[in-house]
């Protein structure tokens, strides 16, 4: 074993030790930012209109990871605003929410920690139905719920068709267990750890895929950090009683966004789909997936579809 493999494991064990002496809270709803303080100030005020059980005890955690705009001012001014017991802010200067969001998980102290990007608006019952789903299901170590689509202008067309894309996800009415030899996992967008499941999962310390970058928009960060969880041994789920709206700005609907978000997604997918590959192939598994995507582009040029300017 090398050293720097013992370096890794040293860091590793540490990670898992410090999460056990952290978690001492209920929940945190982890908020990671970049430069988008109009936004998390809906976000928090959504956080601040939930309705939790009295005995719950959770907090709010922003990471700003280097802004430069007014995200220290909106997070001061709800500070004093006691529908918010426990918020702070801490920073990580190193750009991009896979970083952000390690840091988050390293400083925040609940049992679970519950990814609300700063574009989310949460129902009011949403940290309530993520504790009773996390009591119900003690072997889920993440799950995801039902969330919508909420366009701040009228949307194209083509970013209707691929609102999955966007982090719209409806498995259906009931809960279900995401399939143990799949490759499917929810999206990030309201995704809630368990934090005995992160830290055995190695993601902190192991994480490869950068995910959300300013300059590069990478993918598969969240479901790696899902697949991980699932190879450590736990169970990862969707459960439609959590409800989100993800607020979608007019510069995400366009042509050329989409083209740069699908990019990243096909960069991730031969790593996403060595971790989940039933078959121990997943150069064939790619090949086969990569045959039906492109098939479902083709029928939807066909149909006319694709004719839209950037």
């Given at each position: 074993?090398?050293?720097?493999?013992?370096?890794?494991?040293?860091?590793?064990?540490?990670?898992?030790?410090?999460?056990?002496?952290?978690?001492?809270?209920?929940?945190?709803?982890?908020?990671?930012?970049?430069?988008?303080?109009?936004?998390?100030?809906?976000?928090?005020?959504?956080?601040?209109?939930?309705?939790?059980?009295?005995?719950?005890?959770?907090?709010?955690?922003?990471?700003?990871?280097?802004?430069?705009?007014?995200?220290?001012?909106?997070?001061?001014?709800?500070?004093?605003?006691?529908?918010?017991?426990?918020?702070?802010?801490?920073?990580?200067?190193?750009?991009?929410?896979?970083?952000?969001?390690?840091?988050?998980?390293?400083?925040?102290?609940g049992?679970?920690?519950?990814?609300?990007?700063?574009?989310?608006?949460?129902?009011p019952?949403?940290?309530?139905?993520?504790?009773?789903?996390?009591?119900?299901?003690?072997?889920?170590?993440?799950?995801?719920?039902?969330?919508?689509l909420?366009?701040?202008?009228?949307p194209?067309?083509?970013?209707?068709?691929?609102?999955?894309?966007?982090?719209?996800?409806?498995?259906?009415?009931?809960?279900?267990?995401?399939?143990v030899?799949?490759?499917?996992?929810?999206?990030?967008?309201?995704?809630?750890?368990?934090?005995?499941?992160?830290?055995?999962?190695?993601?902190?310390?192991?994480g490869?895929?950068?995910?959300?970058?300013?300059?590069?928009?990478?993918?598969?960060?969240?479901?790696?950090?899902?697949?991980?969880?699932?190879?450590?041994?736990?169970?990862?789920?969707?459960?439609?009683?959590l409800?989100?709206?993800h607020?979608?700005?007019?510069?995400r609907?366009?042509?050329?966004y989409?083209r740069?978000?699908?990019r990243?997604?096909?960069?991730?997918?031969?790593?996403?789909?060595?971790?989940?590959?039933?078959?121990?192939?997943?150069?064939?598994?790619?090949?086969?997936?990569?045959?039906?995507?492109l098939?479902?582009?083709?029928?939807?040029?066909?149909?006319?579809?694709?004719?839209?300017?950037?």
């Open positions: 074993m090398g050293a720097q493999e013992l370096v890794s494991r040293s860091a590793e064990s540490e990670w898992v030790r410090a999460a056990d002496r952290a978690a001492e809270l209920d929940l945190t709803m982890l908020i990671c930012t970049h430069n988008k303080a109009r936004l998390l100030d809906r976000a928090l005020e959504s956080i601040a209109d939930q309705v939790l059980p009295q005995a719950a005890v959770w907090e709010v955690l922003v990471v700003e990871n280097r802004c430069t705009d007014h995200t220290r001012e909106v997070v001061r001014r709800w500070a004093r605003d006691e529908r918010i017991p426990r918020l702070r802010c801490v920073s990580e200067p190193r750009l991009g929410v896979a970083f952000a969001r390690k840091r988050g998980l390293q400083e925040s102290e049992r679970l920690v519950g990814f609300v990007d700063d574009d989310c608006l949460l129902a019952d949403w940290a309530e139905q993520a504790l009773r789903f996390a009591r119900v299901h003690p072997r889920a170590g993440a799950f995801g719920g039902r969330n919508e909420s366009w701040e202008a009228p194209t067309r083509i970013a209707e068709l691929y609102g999955e894309s966007l982090a719209r996800q409806d498995l259906g009415d009931g809960p279900r267990e995401m399939p030899n799949g490759w499917r996992m929810p999206v990030g967008a309201g995704l809630v750890l368990r934090r005995e499941a992160i830290a055995t999962s190695g993601w902190v310390d192991r490869v895929l950068r995910a959300r970058h300013p300059r590069n928009l990478g993918a598969g960060e969240d479901a790696e950090i899902a697949l991980r969880i699932r190879s450590a041994g736990w169970q990862v789920w969707y459960s439609p009683e409800r989100l709206r607020v979608i700005p007019p510069g609907m366009t042509l050329r989409l740069r978000l699908h990243g997604f096909g960069r991730a997918d031969v790593f996403l789909r060595s971790l989940a590959s039933p078959s121990g192939h997943p150069r064939l598994d790619g090949i086969a997936w990569s045959a039906g995507v098939l479902d582009v083709l029928r939807r040029f066909r149909e006319g579809y694709l004719h839209y300017e950037d």
